[in-house]
Each structure stands twice: as C-alpha cells, then as structure tokens.
C-alpha cells in the first residue's frame, strides 16, 4: 500500500553509503618516486624543466594542485611526476619545490611590500653594464650587489661596449668589495666570461639597452635571444620579455662533483630592469655578508644603522684597520646608495634592450 507524499518527514530520507557521508583528508600522496628536475622556463600557468640536470630530458609541467599557489620561478629544484617523456602535448605535474639555496630578489621600488622573485639557486649573478649608449649606471649596479650579497650570490660586474669609453673611472666606484671585474665588448674573447660561468648557475642581469642579449647570443649561439635598437629618445620596448634558463657548451671544466650533481654550467637570461627596487633588504643584512663585518658589528650599539659618523658616532665598523676597513668604508658607501627610500632615479631612464 502506498503512502501518500505529505505523509514522509526526514526520518524517512536515506543516505547512501560513501556519498558525501565521508570528510576530506588532507593527507597528499608522498610522491616518493618524483624524478628531480630544474625549471629552465615558465610560459602562463606551464613549466619547462630539465630532469636530472640534464638539458636534453625536456618536459612541461603544471603545477599540483597540493601546491596551491606556491611560487615556481627559473631555477627552481622541484619533483616532477607523470608524463615524463617529453612527447608533443606530454604533461607532468611537479609536486614538490626544494628549499632555495639562494634567492635574488627585487620590489617594484623602495616602498613596494610585494617581493619579486627573479631567479632561484642561482650561485652568480652576472651584472651586465654598458660603458656607453646607454651611459652607466653607478645606482642600479649598487643595488644588484646589494640584493646578490642578501640573495646568497655571488656578484661579477660585466662590463660591455667598453671600446665606447673607459671603465676606469666607473669601476673605481667599487673598490674594496672584492668585486670581480670582466669585460665582454663586441671585439672582446669571452674566455674570461666563460671560465667564471663554468660549473656554475649564473643569473644575468642589466638595464634594458646594455647589450645584455646580444652576450648571450654569444655565450650560446643557439639560444637566439632578441635583440633590438635604443631609440633616440633613449626609451623603447624589452626585447627579451621571460627569464629563461640556458645550457652553457658542454666544457671539461664543467663542474661534475656530487654538490652539483652532474649539472653543466647554466645562465638564466632575465629581462631588461627599469627599476631594482629593495623593499626587502635592510643594513644589517648587507652588512651579513661579509664574515668580517658580521663579526664586527656585534659591538654597535643598539639601532646602529652603520652609516657611520655623525649618524653613528660609535658604530664599530670604524674600528677596523687593512682590508676590512676598506671593504667596510665600501659597504657604508652601498648602503648610503640603496637607502635613500625611493627607487634610484637613474633607473627611469633606462633605455629599450639594445644590443
């Protein structure tokens, strides 16, 4: 006998098994047999890594969904699973990102709480400067060194159409920061560029319109990196408009130790910066990386900023003799440059990449 509808009430209502009556886990697979890989590209939601360190094991990649929005930049160590062949329209996942050995970072300027991340466990940082056309900018290389020594890197000042002027003069600026030197003009052998990126992953970076791609082309003829013309108002557009990671020719130099395991010398070609901007970065973790200094600076006073007198009348770094005290009057010069509270005013007129 039927009952008639009005007589059911929600005693009445089943619920079957295993639909909905279950909560969520928040237990994620291990994913134990994740092959290690390297990012060399990112292009809209989408990662170009090389498994293994090895440049010809090519895969695209999106990121897990466990990752949520974790960032993945050029560099990167990460864990990949999957379609793990490399095959038009083959997709992996990468699951796990490895903690960073060095980060370098920027902000859009001084005041920006948002951090960039340009390039990650880079161990080098390429600063690629023109002595003329555009003319050189004291402001923006004070600021790459500061944000490699903060990042973990080590920083290489790269000097290109130096037959255009002499660096002389310019360079001096730097004395006593231990900063390694190098020329790449037109008409200059790279051999020196080269055995300093050997066995070595190295971020590039420079104002647009310092021929920055124009050297990579040459560091690696196959990478085909755009390059363009300064306009005579001295403005334009990058050319080089996505950091990518480039594979270095194949040399016995090449480091091959376990630290590295098995990875070739690679650069990270980065697009031309208008603005280098230090939000992130404060004295104390300048000072920080320079073990001399670090040590020293254990006996300022409180609130020391280590500009020095008449600011800091006690500050500790003026009781070192020799080299330290060279490299601490040069640290005090950078850290006078970087913090002025706006981005450096030179970086406005940057010029379009030019090479």
């Not at 047999?33 to 890594?49: I, N, T």
């Not at 004070?142 to 890197?153: F, K, N, P, S």
């Not at 030197?181 to 104002?207: C, F, M, Q, S, Y």
């Not at 900023?305 to 020799?322: F, I, K, N, Q, S």
Request: charge should be negative; aromatic fraction near 2%; charged fraction near 30%.
């Amino acid at each position: 006998m039927s009952r008639r509808a009005d007589s059911y009430d929600e005693s009445d209502v089943r619920v079957r098994p295993g639909k909905g009556s279950r909560p969520r886990t928040k237990t994620r697979p291990a994913h134990d047999d994740a092959e290690s890989a390297m990012v060399v590209s990112v292009d809209r939601g989408r990662w170009g890594c090389v498994l293994d360190g090895d440049p010809d094991r090519r895969v695209v990649a999106m990121r897990a969904r466990e990752l949520g929005r974790t960032p993945i930049v050029v560099g990167d160590d990460v864990g990949v699973v999957g379609d793990l062949t490399g095959k038009p329209d083959s997709l992996a996942r990468i699951v796990r990102v490895d903690e960073r050995r060095t980060v370098l970072r920027r902000t859009a300027d001084d005041t920006d709480p948002y951090e960039r991340i340009v390039a990650a466990n880079a161990d080098r940082l390429l600063i690629v400067t023109a002595m003329a056309d555009p003319p050189p900018r004291t402001g923006f290389v004070e600021r790459a060194l500061a944000a490699a020594y903060v990042g973990g890197l080590e920083p290489i000042l790269c000097l290109t159409k130096s037959d255009l002027a002499d660096p002389t003069e310019f360079t001096s600026a730097f004395d006593g920061l231990d900063l390694i030197i190098v020329r790449a003009g037109r008409d200059d052998p790279l051999d020196d560029v080269l055995r300093l990126l050997r066995g070595h992953l190295t971020a590039l970076i420079g104002h647009s319109g310092v021929g920055k791609s124009t050297l990579v082309n040459r560091l690696v003829p196959e990478a085909e990196r755009a390059t363009g013309v300064v306009s005579g108002v001295g403005k334009g557009r990058h050319t080089s408009t996505a950091s990518v990671a480039l594979v270095l020719p194949p040399h016995p130099d090449d480091a091959r130790g376990p630290e590295n395991q098995g990875r070739r010398s690679w650069v990270i070609d980065t697009p031309g910066i208008r603005s280098f901007g230090l939000a992130h970065v404060d004295a104390d973790d300048i000072v920080d990386a320079f073990d001399d200094l670090r040590d020293a600076i254990e006996n300022c006073p409180r609130g020391c900023t280590h500009l020095g007198p008449p600011a800091d009348p006690e500050c500790a770094l003026d009781d070192l003799v020799g080299a330290s005290h060279r490299r601490a009057m040069a640290v005090r010069r950078l850290l006078v440059a970087v913090g002025g509270g706006a981005t450096d005013p030179e970086q406005e007129s940057a010029t379009a990449e030019s090479d």
